[in-house]
């Protein structure tokens, strides 16, 4: 059973101060924040609908647009740029054939770069679904891509 913008909303007992966690709660639940689940969320919670756009804007964590199953989050912070980051991600991009920030036709896979995942002394890191893949290389990328296809 797919979990509702009013399963959501009824779980927080329509408080308003609980917006971000209503709003983490759609993302998980479909993987992005659809227009419609937002209007109908400053509707029932009796707040601006400019209010909610502007918390589903202030976080980079939520998205407007649809995500692929799996997340693929490529760190090009200092320490894992100077480890060959850039190389990483661009195979990535040659295997699933999007760029970063896009999500493959199929809705499987999204790409994205993160300036600092905070694991620089596993550099350069990879995190697929929040589990982190340490030491990567290019090479690697075709081992890691086989978990998740």
């Given at each position: 059973?797919?979990?509702?913008?009013k399963?959501?909303?009824?779980?927080?007992?329509?408080?308003?101060?609980?917006?971000?966690?209503m709003?983490?709660?759609?993302?998980?639940?479909?993987?992005?924040?659809?227009?419609?689940?937002?209007?109908?969320?400053?509707?029932?919670?009796?707040?601006?609908?400019?209010?909610?756009?502007r918390?589903?804007?202030?976080?980079?964590?939520?998205?407007?647009?649809?995500?692929?199953?799996h997340?693929?989050?490529?760190?090009?912070?200092?320490?894992c740029?100077?480890?060959?980051?850039?190389?990483i991600?661009?195979?990535?991009?040659?295997q699933?054939?999007?760029?970063?920030?896009?999500t493959?036709?199929?809705?499987?896979?999204?790409l994205?770069?993160?300036?600092?995942?905070?694991?620089?002394?596993?550099?350069?890191?990879?995190?697929?679904?929040?589990?982190?893949h340490g030491?990567?290389?290019?090479?690697?990328?075709?081992?890691?891509?086989?978990?998740?296809r």
């Open positions: 059973m797919e979990t509702t913008i399963d959501i909303i009824a779980k927080y007992s329509a408080d308003p101060s609980q917006i971000i966690a709003l983490q709660d759609l993302q998980a639940a479909k993987r992005y924040l659809p227009e419609e689940d937002l209007r109908e969320l400053a509707v029932v919670l009796e707040i601006p609908l400019a209010k909610v756009y918390v589903a804007t202030f976080f980079k964590a939520f998205s407007l647009e649809p995500k692929g199953e997340i693929i989050n490529v760190c090009v912070g200092t320490a740029h100077v480890r060959g980051a850039g190389r991600l661009d195979e990535l991009e040659r699933l054939q999007i760029a970063n920030g896009e493959t036709a199929d809705q499987k896979f999204s994205e770069t993160v300036n600092c995942l905070g694991a620089c002394a596993l550099g350069p890191v990879v995190v697929v679904d929040q589990e982190y030491d990567m290389t290019p090479g690697q990328v075709d081992k890691l891509m086989e978990n998740y």
